[in-house]
Each structure stands twice: as C-alpha cells, then as structure tokens.
C-alpha cells in the first residue's frame, strides 16, 4: 500500500524559510520512473502545483515560484523535502506531497498525502 | 488567473448528467499533454478520477469518464448522485511553463 504523510511547522513568520518533509512507503525513488510532486492549496482556493524530483534526481519547479523553492530526496529515509524561502502571507495554504503515476512530468498523482496546513503569520 | 479555465461551478439533479469543461491552450492541452481530473471533497485531499484523458483508476465508477478534443477536455459525469457533489479540478502540463498546471476547479452541486 502506497502512503504519504506530509509534516512541518503549522505557523511560520513572515521572511522565513519554510521546510516540509513529505515520507512515503510502498515505493521507492531509487526505482525507476517514481516521481514526487508537491502542490499546495490556499483555503477556498484552487491547487496549484509546485515542484518534482524524480528518481533520477532531475527537478522541476513553478515558473512563479522558482527562485523560492529547493526540492531534494533521501532514499534511504523515503522522504522528499520542499524549502520554501521568504515566507509571506500569502503562502498561507495546505500543501500536499503526492506520487506521480507515470515516470513523465506531465503523468497524473494517483496517491496523495493528507496535507498539512501551514499558515503565515507573524 | 488559473492556465486551465473550468467553470466556477455546476449543478445538476440526481440521475442526470453533468458536464465540466476545462479549457486550454496550444501550450497545454492543445500540445497533446494528458489530462487528469481529480475529485476532492471539503477538508480531504484531491482524490484521482481520471488519467491520461479517459482512464479511471481502479475503483472509479464508470458513471465518470473523461475527453479531450484540440485545446480542451471534459469531465463527464452521469447518473448523478448525492454523493458526487464535491469539487473538480483538471490538470495538464505546460510547455511554456515547464511545469503541471491546474484549473481554478469547478464546485459540483447536486439539488
């Protein structure tokens, strides 16, 4: 059974860096084709996506929010990390991990954490 | 400003049909990247209903089925039930923005 569990702090402060951990189990990102997303969702608002690695170490990230972002793995722990720099309010949100279900960018996310909110606030 | 545009909400009786249409561009779907769709009900995550233009997971009733023609895709739903009024988002990649994009979601109502 493929799960994900997303953690980090629930109240960070404005210019803060913001760090979450995302940790699977039922699969690997030694394996071949698995990729890890992260996307995040202001309350009331739509989903917006984030960042990428997959199990090639290759990366990607917003357009908007390149400059901000830091995604990395640790197989050995099966965790991905997301680094948020400069926090502002306006990245009060719920942010999710999810699993990728094609070893493509533009695959779909067939299983995905609970989410866990984080809110920006001084 | 969503890259995908989905109409803010729809509403249909039970046993009807129900349509949501997600609008791109040449950059996105109309560059032939697939389209998901994804179902989430008020504080739980999004769950997957369609990949890859018109496949369901394993589980998703056949009520749900999904399209896509030039620049745009549909979600379909039909005898629709109670249980299905929840938020709907598509999602395709776009080669402009190297990256997966969302649609501003569509809210679901069953009257």
């Known amino acids: 059974q493929v799960t994900l569990r997303e953690s980090g702090p629930a109240l960070v402060k404005p210019t803060q860096t913001l760090t979450l951990t995302c940790t699977f189990s039922?699969?690997?990102?030694?394996?071949?084709?698995?990729?890890v997303s992260w996307i995040r969702q202001p309350p009331g608002k739509a989903l917006e996506w984030l960042a990428l690695i997959d199990w090639d170490d290759d990366k990607y990230y917003s357009i908007s929010l390149k400059t901000r972002l830091t995604i990395s793995k640790d197989t050995s722990k099966n965790q991905v990390v997301l680094r948020m720099t400069n926090m502002d309010p306006v990245d009060t949100a719920t942010y999710y991990c999810a699993r990728l279900t094609g070893s493509q960018p533009y695959s779909g996310m067939d299983v995905w954490g609970q989410g866990t909110t984080v809110t920006v606030s001084s | 400003q969503s890259v995908l545009t989905q109409p803010p909400s729809v509403s249909g009786a039970p046993g009807q049909r129900v349509t949501i249409s997600c609008t791109g561009s040449?950059?996105?779907?109309?560059?032939?990247?697939?389209v998901h769709w994804y179902q989430q009900f008020p504080g739980t995550a999004p769950k997957l209903l369609i990949y890859?233009?018109?496949n369901r997971p394993s589980g998703v009733p056949d009520r749900f089925s999904g399209s896509r023609s030039d620049t745009s895709a549909s979600l379909t739903i039909t005898g629709l039930q109670a249980e299905d009024e929840a938020d709907y988002y598509c999602q395709s990649y776009d080669t402009s923005l190297s990256g997966s994009v969302f649609g501003g979601g569509t809210k679901l109502t069953v009257l």
């Open positions: 040449s950059s996105n779907i109309g560059a032939f990247y697939d």
């Open positions: 039922g699969f690997s990102l030694r394996t071949s084709g698995m990729c």
């Open positions: 890859g233009n018109n």
